[in-house]
């Protein structure tokens, strides 16, 4: 089975072959947490050391913490599907306490992801969850202003760049209409436990030295998990599907892409990279998808998506449904 659109029967059949690999063990769970947190929190300390002799010294572990910010958040990620224990409090206050170092909301941002999970692919029901993306018809259909608006949106330096930033940074520190009492009780309490944390630290190592280490440590962090949120969707075997074509099973095996990171890549974003798996059944723990995907053969033959043409893909655009496939602006308007 390469990653295209499969026999109905035998996509079918891969949704029992995730079931075994779904229940998380306590002793993993905590020993991922462990050895994600702690140095995490290590690096912290060797950060603010440093940083009284030289920035300069700072920059090579301000990449590494990014890097174990990425891992935080694919734990908070997997609290957030009741993926990481089998107790919900115990995913909740994980969930919540890794979304203040993570600048995330916890049940705000859970809310739009578990959306995400029920429209991913669905042509029809864009607009939640997910990297903007028109259809070549909707997008020649536009007033040449927000053509021009959709091009600079989709331009890798402000989606990656800019737009990550404003995201993790800015975006979630706010609440909007339509937010549930929920949600905005999750974006208020992480707002004030990210307050409280940047008011000890600054007590200590003055509130300066605690924005030079933290925005670019989260920065960082949010460019990567952005990229790595767009090339789970945005690649060139992708197939989307108008609502009465939709259908879970398909979309998770033939609209998620299976990234294939270097070893040492794979460690840092959780595993996430198979994500056609994690589609499938989002209960599976981060750490059960890499084992998940080699113990059957209907996954081992899934086309990957490697971290070189992973790049190849920020050069599509927009959705052909012609041509049933993502294509660049170029093409478009041939």
């Not at 903007?132 to 007033?143: A, F, G, I, R, S």
């Not at 000890?200 to 962090?221: C, D, E, H, R, W």
Request: net charge positive; charged share 15%; aromatic share 14%.
């Amino acid at each position: 089975m390469t990653q295209t659109v499969a026999d109905d029967k035998q996509i079918k059949s891969v949704l029992k072959l995730v079931n075994p690999y779904k229940v998380p063990a306590v002793s993993r769970s905590v020993w991922q947490l462990a050895n994600t947190l702690l140095p995490y929190i290590a690096l912290w300390a060797g950060m603010i050391y440093l940083s009284a002799v030289s920035f300069w010294l700072v920059l090579p572990l301000m990449i590494l913490a990014a890097g174990f910010t990425v891992r935080l958040f694919i734990i908070f990620h997997d609290c957030g599907h009741g993926a990481f224990f089998q107790s919900k409090t115990a995913n909740d206050v994980t969930g919540i306490v890794l979304g203040i170092l993570t600048f995330t909301p916890y049940h705000r941002w859970h809310h739009a992801h578990l959306i995400h999970h029920r429209t991913a692919g669905n042509l029809d029901k864009r607009g939640v969850g997910d990297v903007w993306t028109l259809t070549v018809d909707e997008y020649k259909n536009l007033p040449p202003r927000k053509r021009l608006f959709y091009r600079i949106y989709r331009n890798p330096l402000i989606m990656f760049g800019l737009g990550a930033g404003l995201m993790f940074l800015f975006m979630n520190r706010f609440t909007r209409k339509g937010f549930s009492r929920r949600e905005r009780i999750s974006v208020w309490t992480t707002n004030l436990g990210i307050g409280l944390l940047a008011a000890g630290l600054s007590y200590f190592i003055g509130f300066k030295t605690y924005l030079l280490i933290q925005l670019p440590v989260m920065y960082i962090a949010a460019m990567a998990g952005v990229f790595l949120f767009y090339v789970q969707h945005q690649y060139p075997d992708v197939h989307w599907y108008r609502d009465e074509q939709w259908d879970y099973t398909t979309v998770a095996m033939n609209g998620a892409s299976y990234l294939r990171l270097p070893k040492v890549l794979q460690w840092f974003s959780g595993n996430i990279g198979f994500h056609h798996i994690h589609h499938l059944s989002s209960k599976v723990p981060n750490y059960n998808l890499e084992k998940c995907h080699h113990e059957n053969e209907p996954f081992r033959n899934v086309k990957p998506v490697t971290l070189i043409t992973s790049f190849e893909t920020l050069k599509l655009r927009l959705w052909d449904e012609k041509q049933s496939r993502l294509v660049s602006f170029k093409e478009a308007l041939l």
